[in-house]
């Protein structure tokens, strides 16, 4: 993958906190692991209740470790025509409904 940067700002919760807490930081570029994936540029991302509530800890009733920092957000935009300045990238391993391009 040349040409791309080693790494994406992302907005992640460094800890279990409220939104006033959350910290925009550097962190390495994902990965393509499988060969059903793919990787695109997000130039903006959405947040939502569930995100938020997952970031102060509501959802510790769920199997697993939460590892910090967690990125926030799960719902991303990306443009094939003329995009704005790069804010992240993200790794898609199932297919995405888009409009005929």
């Known amino acids: 993958m040349s040409g791309l ?3 994406m700002r992302a907005l ?5 906190c409220a939104p006033s807490q959350y ?3 550097d962190l390495p570029l994902p990965t393509i692991k ?5 990787l695109i540029r997000v130039y903006a991302a959405g947040l939502q209740t569930g995100d938020t509530q997952r970031a102060k800890g509501a959802s510790r009733i769920l ?6 920092p967690m990125k926030i957000g799960v719902e991303g935009v990306s443009s094939r025509h003329q995009p ?3 804010i992240c990238y993200a790794v898609l391993n199932r297919p995405c ?4 391009w």
């Open 34 to 38: 499988n060969p059903n994936e793919i």
């Open 23 to 25: 910290e925009v930081i």
């Open 5 to 7: 940067p080693s790494t």
């Open 63 to 68: 199997p697993g470790k939460m590892k910090f």
């Open 84 to 86: 704005p300045p790069l």
């Open 97 to 100: 409904i888009s409009p005929a």
């Open 12 to 16: 992640v919760a460094p800890k279990y």
